[in-house]
């Protein structure tokens, strides 16, 4: 068309040479970049990183910026606390006395970023033209990061347990409990009499069913969706972290990693791919 001239042509590059360690990282929240606050990096902190590999689950950890108008000393002690308290129960190490005073006098050194994948919709490549030229390379997994505060829900717990006496039947210690879940037991009332007379009493044979991979399951028991997101939830906590080493854009590492992004193949490809399946593939 003559009002939509062609502005450019550029030859495309296809590299796979990352695969499958590319992955596009969104942090929705973060304001400013991804960097240690100047105050943390003047006593020579720097950001840390763990991921469990086979859960997929990734954290990243930044240095808080302690500077007096950002920064609460005392809500800096006690969320410490929490934060340990949290480690603790992770490492299901028991609590002691010394160890509570441990716990109790740390500081809240570090904010945690935790992933969550995002499904892919379709193929994503990062695209960098240089030279005139297209790079292109697949994007294997896609992960927003978002601020990780279950330190906080351990202190509502302890404020409620204080307000109610040492009652933390209001605690939130999981998922609500499946109620047609057949393995569940109806609590009983404590100050009901046990009778000795015999009553009769009926019961009714529930059909199970099985799913593909032959198990049993009672009809109107835990959904399937929801077995499988417990699943998930205890091989996520069963797994161990796994240290990584963090590198910003500057650094040698990533400047060799961005290096080899750029395919160095000047051979021309054989598109296979008919006019006609390309646009069936794509949906028109």
């Not at 992960?143 to 906080?152: D, E, K, N, T, V």
């Not at 399951?217 to 996520?236: A, C, K, N, P, W």
């Amino acid at each position: 068309m003559d009002d939509d001239p062609v502005v450019a042509v550029l030859p495309v590059h296809i590299s796979n040479s990352l695969v499958p360690n590319l992955h596009l990282q969104q942090f929705p929240l973060l304001y400013r970049p991804l960097q240690v606050p100047p105050s943390a990096a003047e006593s020579g902190k720097r950001i840390k990183a763990r991921c469990k590999p086979k859960t997929g689950r990734y954290e990243i950890h930044v240095p808080v910026d302690t500077r007096k108008e950002v920064w609460n000393p005392e809500k800096g002690v006690e969320f410490g606390a929490a934060r340990a308290e949290e480690d603790r129960q992770a490492a299901g190490v028991e609590k002691s006395k010394s160890k509570q005073r441990e716990v109790e006098e740390q500081r809240l050194s570090e904010v945690r970023l935790s992933s969550e994948r995002i499904p892919e919709r379709g193929d994503y490549m990062l695209g960098i033209v240089r030279d005139g030229h297209l790079h292109l390379h697949p994007i294997s997994q896609t992960h927003q990061f978002r601020p990780a505060l279950i330190y906080l829900d351990l202190l509502s717990q302890k404020a409620r347990r204080s307000r109610g006496g040492g009652d933390d039947s209001d605690s939130d210690d999981g998922p609500p409990p499946d109620p047609d879940d057949p393995t569940l037991v109806a609590p009983t009332n404590k100050k009901e009499k046990q009778s000795s007379e015999s009553r009769e009493v009926q019961v009714t044979a529930r059909k199970a069913t099985e799913d593909k991979t032959g198990t049993q399951q009672f009809l109107g028991g835990m959904s399937q969706v929801r077995r499988e997101m417990l699943t998930l939830l205890r091989d996520e906590a069963e797994e161990p972290w796994e240290d990584l080493t963090y590198c910003d854009g500057e650094s040698p590492e990533s400047l060799g990693a961005f290096e080899s992004i750029f395919s160095k193949n000047t051979s021309n490809l054989t598109c296979k791919t008919g006019s006609v399946d390309l646009l069936r593939n794509l949906g028109l």
